[in-house]
Every structure is written in structure tokens, then in C-alpha cells.
């Protein structure tokens, strides 16, 4: 049997590090997850609210981040040490939970990433490395929570427990609310500039080499437009509202495609959602659920 990978590395983490943003990277973000020119409370400091999902910044930062790195690196990417995969690993879920709204002026964001659980999906099926990381605040106080999952191809059949299915059923009927967007022929580079320097979102030899055809979006980028979209369908110009949200990473989305957000409103606080490339029907993020208070 394999070295057991669970054992290895749950509860490790990485060092303390800290992000300084100000006003322009609030704004800079909500451009770099498509808010518009009427989004003013996104993008004029006298009105200005913080996109909630801001807040995951940090997973992927490297930008104004103490201690600096040159690339992004999760705590999950401790397991790269040990499986030393020959193919790129890939993002598969993200949860953010908000425990207060984020200052849009100016702050410090404080955290640790850590690892709280290795999935086996078996033998040639991969293992997959779940993280967390609390958000503070200069006081100490929780800002978000965030939760995400990477899956390594080649780290299966370990013998450890297999990873928990979702428990988010899209509904079997047209959406109730859906929002057209579109990604621009540059969002990927606009989005890299609020942290995510990965270079498979900007260097085509590079992306190539990982097996992808061409660079293409940041599933958090994704994540952010989602978000953006859920709060002008539900709670419009009111993101301190959003409480928690969650959705699974299904296919690669390119540059210059136009994309549709898929509501399904559950309860008065909850709603699940999809977020779609028109172009082919396919689901970029699925199983998603929105909820807010």
C-alpha cells in the first residue's frame, strides 16, 4: 500500500502572511470580476462596497502579500513535495463564509493556510487535498472563512476516506432568475493583477506544458463574477447581505466568451446556482448555492 497522504499532511500549514489593500484594490478586483460602469458602489471610493469574495484573494495572492512569493502557494501545495505530480493539478470547489463586511477603505488582511483533509478516490482515480484558511483583520476579528479543494491525478489508492459528495441538487427545471455577463478578451490578465500570478492564466508555453491548449480564466475569477451577479439578481446594491457561498470548479473557461449565471431561488435566504459558458452550454462552476440574510 501506499504511504498514507492523509497522514502525512493533514494539519499542516503554511506560515502567517498578510495582505495591505487599500481602495484601488478594492476596485481594481470588481473590474477584474466584470462590475460595470453603472456599478458605481463597486468602483467610486465615495460609495464604495467590497465585493464579498474579495475575501478570497488570499488563497491564490501573491500581490502585497508578507512574506512575498513569486507564485502562489496554498497549503495544499505542500503535497506537490510528496507526489511530485507530472501533470497539473486542478482546483475543484471553493467556499467563502463572511462573518462581517469587508472594509472597503483600507485594511489588513492576516491568515494561515492549513490542511484539514485528504480524499482518496482510489487507485489511477487521485487524492484530493482540502484546505482552510481564516481571514482576519488588524483587531484579530474573523473577516471570511474560506474552504477549497485541489485534486492531484496521481496520489490515489492510498487507503484513506473517500471525499464527501455534495449535497446541492440543482433543480430539474428552468432557472428562475438567470443574468447574462461576459468575459473579456483580457479578464484573465486583469484578474492576475488582484494576486493570482499562477502562470497558466498568462503564459501559453507554460499552459501548454501543464496539457491545457491555451491560458485561460482563474476559477476564482469565475467565483467573483458569479457572486457579482447573485447579489444584483437578489439582494442588489447590499453585498454585506451575503452570508456564504460555494460552488464546485467542472470545466476550463477561455477569455472572450459570454457567459450566464443560472438562479434557483431555494428559500428566502438560499438559492443555488450555475455558471455557464454560452457557448457550448457547458457549466463552469456547478452546484452552486448562494445564501444570505
Not at 25 to 42: K, P
Request: proline share 7%; hydrophobic share 40%; glycine share 6%.
Amino acid at each position: 500500500m501506499k504511504e498514507r497522504l492523509d497522514e502525512m499532511l493533514v494539519g499542516k500549514k503554511m506560515e502567517p502572511r498578510y495582505l495591505e489593500y487599500n481602495w484601488r484594490d478594492i476596485i481594481l478586483y470588481a473590474l477584474a470580476v466584470g462590475a460595470h460602469r453603472e456599478d458605481i458602489s463597486y468602483t467610486y471610493e465615495k460609495f464604495l462596497k467590497a465585493i464579498p469574495t474579495y475575501g478570497t484573494v488570499p488563497y491564490w495572492g501573491t500581490v502585497n502579500v508578507r512574506p512575498y512569493q513569486w507564485m502562489p502557494l496554498p497549503a495544499s501545495m505542500l503535497a506537490n513535495d510528496i507526489i511530485k505530480p507530472t501533470i497539473s493539478f486542478l482546483n475543484m470547489d471553493h467556499e467563502i463564509i463572511m462573518h462581517r463586511p469587508i472594509d472597503p477603505i483600507k485594511g489588513t488582511f492576516q491568515w494561515q493556510d492549513e490542511i484539514t483533509d485528504v480524499y482518496d478516490r482510489g487507485e489511477g482515480k487521485g487524492a484530493v487535498v482540502k484546505t482552510k484558511i481564516v481571514v482576519r483583520d488588524e483587531a484579530g476579528r474573523d473577516v471570511c472563512t474560506n474552504y477549497s479543494t485541489t485534486f492531484f491525478h496521481e496520489a490515489g489508492g492510498f487507503g484513506g476516506v473517500p471525499m464527501p459528495k455534495s449535497s446541492v441538487v440543482i433543480p430539474d427545471r428552468e432557472p428562475d432568475v438567470t443574468v447574462d455577463d461576459y468575459i473579456s478578451p483580457v479578464q484573465n490578465l486583469l484578474y492576475r493583477l488582484t494576486g493570482d500570478t499562477n502562470l497558466v492564466h498568462v503564459d501559453p508555453e507554460y499552459t501548454q506544458k501543464m496539457g491545457f491548449e491555451k491560458p485561460f480564466m482563474q476559477g476564482l475569477c469565475s467565483f467573483g463574477f458569479s457572486c457579482r451577479m447573485a447579489i444584483s439578481a437578489l439582494i442588489p446594491g447590499e453585498p454585506e447581505r451575503m452570508t456564504r457561498m460555494a460552488a464546485q470548479m467542472t470545466s476550463v473557461l477561455f477569455p472572450d466568451t459570454p457567459v450566464q449565471l443560472q438562479l434557483w431561488k431555494m428559500s428566502d435566504h438560499q438559492a443555488y446556482f450555475k455558471f455557464v459558458n454560452k457557448n457550448t452550454g457547458k457549466a463552469v462552476l456547478n452546484r452552486g448555492v448562494f445564501e444570505w440574510k
